[in-house]
């Protein structure tokens, strides 16, 4: 069975730091690429970030770029999401999403999500 | 950038009866087109993809339709489990994918 489980999240103020995990089993892990997609509260799904299996190719919003940055460990099966500068707006559950097994990709398995608080 | 706009915002149906929902592309995104499902404090859950091919254990109530700019997801027969927020999404021109706004599926 497909299980992904993020943690990480919390409470942080504006400007600070964060970084989630996503703890993968159930699946070859280094064989799919992998995404994290945010939620804002009452909102609609945003796409945040992708990274390749191998991390050859990383791609992000434009929301986030220059401020995260993915990467994944293929070794201990997690995928990462080191937040930096951190805004009000970036506030959401954060989601870590497999993709499917042959481009183009769809999301076919989500872990549960992390809540990431911005607030002062 | 590819806009998805859902329609409508809310649907109110009752149990039993059927439900269609709307999904358009802002440019053609040949058939690489998801639906997920949420339900309240759950992760989205993948529906369809291609368009029309329904993923591993979903019911065959649920069914979609089209391709280019203009998606429709039906649920023949609507039961209890599955008043919810679906949303589309396009994985044919990427980054970034883009998902819809989502349309709630409400009981009548």
């Known amino acids: 069975e497909v299980q992904l489980v993020e943690s990480g999240g919390g409470l942080v103020k504006p400007g600070g730091s964060l970084r989630l995990s996503c703890a993968a089993s159930g699946f070859t892990f280094s064989s799919y690429s992998m995404n994290w997609v945010r939620q804002a509260p009452g909102k609609g799904l945003e796409w945040v970030s992708s990274i390749s299996s191998s991390s050859s190719y990383i791609y992000y919003a434009d929301s986030v770029k220059g401020r995260f940055t993915i990467s994944r460990d293929n070794a201990k099966n997690s995928l990462y999401l080191q937040m930096n500068s951190l805004r009000a707006e970036d506030t959401a559950v954060y989601y870590c999403?497999?993709?499917?097994?042959?481009?183009?990709?769809?999301?076919?398995?989500w872990g549960q999500g992390t809540l990431v608080t911005v607030s002062s | 950038e590819i806009v998805m706009t859902q329609s409508p915002a809310t649907l109110s149906v009752s149990p039993g009866e059927r439900a269609t929902l709307s999904c358009r592309a802002s440019q053609s995104v040949s058939s690489n087109l998801a639906w997920y499902q949420q339900k309240p404090g759950q992760a989205p859950r993948l529906l369809i993809y291609g368009a029309s091919t329904r993923a591993t254990g979903i019911p065959a109530r649920f069914s979609g339709s089209g391709s280019g700019t203009e998606f429709t997801l039906t649920i023949s027969s609507l039961q209890s489990e599955d008043f919810a927020v679906y949303y589309c999404?396009?994985?044919?021109?990427?980054?970034?994918?883009?998902f819809g706004q989502g349309t709630k599926l409400e009981i009548k």
């Open positions: 999404q396009q994985y044919n021109n990427w980054p970034p994918y883009s």
């Open positions: 999403a497999r993709s499917g097994a042959n481009v183009p990709y769809y999301f076919d398995y």
